[in-house]
C-alpha cells in the first residue's frame, strides 16, 4: 500500500487531512467530520455546520460530503494509499461514507497538486465561452451526471430573479450572517465562511453592505424594497459572453444509483464526487468556477432552470466557468487539530451583522 509499510495507513491519510480538507462547501461551512478508526476513516458531518435555512433539503450538504470524499480518495492516490469509499448514509448518526483499504490505487487523472490549484473565481471572468475540449475534460468523469453549457446571457435574468428572492428572505439573510466574513477583525477569519476578499469584495462594498444588512436596519430597508436594489446591483454578473454549466441528475424518483433512488442522500453523496470531477477538469485547462448556487436554493428558479433543460433531468449544482481576469483569494480552512480519533471542525461564532451579494459557494 505505501513504501512506508511499518506506518499505517490511517496514519498517512492523516498527515494529508490539511490538503483534503481544501475540498469546497456551501458558505465553506466545510461540514467534515472524521473519525479515524484501527483500519477505516468515517466520514460524517457536524450538524451545527448545516444551513437548514438555504439548503433544507441538503442537497449541498451531501454534493460537499461526495466532494471531500473524493478529494481523498484523490490525495491518497497521490500518496500511493491504496483505499475506496464505501457511500453509506445515515442521518441520524449523521456519517456519510467509509473510507477502507482497496485491492489497487483510486483510478484517477488527478493529483494532490490539482486539489492545491482549486479555488473559486467570483470576480471578473475574462471573455469567450467554453471550448469543445474544456467541455470534455469537464465531462470526462462523468458517470452519473450529465454537464449541460449555457450561454452566460441566457441566464442573466434568472440569477437577478433568485438574488431578490435570496435578499428578500429574512431567515436565509440570517444564515448567511453566521457565515460572513466580512472584516479582518472577525475571530473566525482565517478559518471558515466567506470571507468579503474571497468574494471579490472590496472593503469598502463589504463595509456598505454591512451597514444596509445589520439586523435592525435590513428588517427597514427590505420593506423598502431592499432586495430588489441588492439585486440589481448583481445584474451584470452574466450579461457577457461566457458559460455557465449545470450539473444535472436523473429527476425521477424511481432511477437508481448503485440501490438509492435518485435524489437520495447517497445519490447527492455520488454525484458531489463527480461534480468535483468535474471542477478538478477545469483547473487542470487552467479554468476557474463560481457557484451559482442561488438559482437552484429559489424554489422558482430551480423549477424554471429545469423548464429550460426539457424538465428530464434534475439540476444539482450552477456554476459559471472561464479564465479569471486575476488570481482568485482562496478561501480560509479550518487548521487540523490534534484530536486524531475525532477531528471536529468548531461551530461557527454567531451574530456577524453582515451579509454580501449573493452567497456563492
Not at 7 to 20: D, F, G, K, P, Y
Not at 178 to 191: E, F, M, Q, V
Not at 206 to 234: C, D, E, F, I, T
Request: include cysteine.
Amino acid at each position: 500500500m505505501s513504501n512506508r509499510d511499518s506506518v499505517h495507513w490511517t496514519a498517512l491519510l492523516r498527515e494529508r487531512e490539511e490538503l483534503c480538507r481544501r475540498a469546497p462547501s456551501a458558505h465553506n461551512t466545510q461540514p467534515w467530520v472524521l473519525r479515524y478508526d484501527n483500519d477505516a476513516v468515517e466520514v460524517g458531518w457536524d450538524p451545527a455546520r448545516e444551513l437548514p435555512d438555504g439548503d433544507p433539503g441538503r442537497r449541498d450538504l451531501f454534493l460537499s460530503l461526495g466532494a471531500f470524499v473524493e478529494t481523498c480518495l484523490i490525495v491518497a492516490a497521490d500518496a500511493g494509499l491504496a483505499i475506496r469509499a464505501e457511500i453509506t448514509v445515515d442521518e441520524e448518526r449523521r456519517t456519510a461514507a467509509r473510507l477502507v483499504p482497496a485491492p489497487d490505487l483510486y483510478a484517477t487523472p488527478f493529483s494532490a497538486r490539482t486539489v492545491g490549484l482549486r479555488g473559486c473565481a467570483r470576480g471578473s471572468h475574462t471573455g469567450g465561452r467554453l471550448t469543445a475540449a474544456d467541455l470534455g475534460a469537464a465531462r470526462a468523469g462523468l458517470e452519473r451526471t450529465s454537464l449541460v453549457e449555457v450561454p452566460a446571457r441566457e441566464l442573466a435574468g434568472l440569477a437577478v430573479r433568485a438574488d431578490r428572492w435570496l435578499f428578500g428572505s429574512a431567515p436565509v439573510v440570517r444564515e448567511l450572517r453566521t457565515w460572513l466574513r466580512l472584516n479582518r477583525s472577525h475571530p473566525r477569519y482565517a478559518a471558515d465562511g466567506l470571507t468579503y476578499e474571497a468574494l471579490a469584495m472590496s472593503r469598502a462594498e463589504a463595509a456598505g453592505l454591512r451597514a444596509v444588512l445589520v439586523p435592525g436596519v435590513y428588517g427597514v430597508l427590505r420593506r423598502l424594497g431592499l432586495a430588489r436594489l441588492l439585486a440589481a446591483s448583481q445584474s451584470g454578473l452574466l450579461r457577457y459572453e461566457g458559460s455557465v454549466l449545470v450539473l444535472t441528475g436523473p429527476a425521477g424518483a424511481t432511477a437508481s444509483d448503485a440501490g438509492a433512488p435518485a435524489g437520495s442522500p447517497a445519490a447527492l453523496v455520488r454525484a458531489g464526487q463527480e461534480l468535483v470531477r468535474v471542477w478538478y477538469g477545469l483547473v487542470e485547462r487552467g479554468i476557474a468556477v463560481h457557484p451559482l448556487s442561488q438559482i437552484l436554493d429559489c424554489p422558482r428558479t430551480e423549477r424554471e432552470l429545469a423548464r429550460r433543460l426539457g424538465g428530464r433531468e434534475r439540476p444539482l449544482a450552477v456554476f459559471r466557468a472561464g479564465r479569471a481576469a486575476g488570481p482568485p483569494v482562496r478561501s480560509a480552512r479550518i487548521g487540523v487539530t490534534g484530536n486524531w480519533s475525532s477531528t471536529t471542525a468548531a461551530s461557527p461564532a454567531a451574530g456577524e451583522k453582515a451579509a454580501t451579494p449573493a452567497p456563492h459557494r
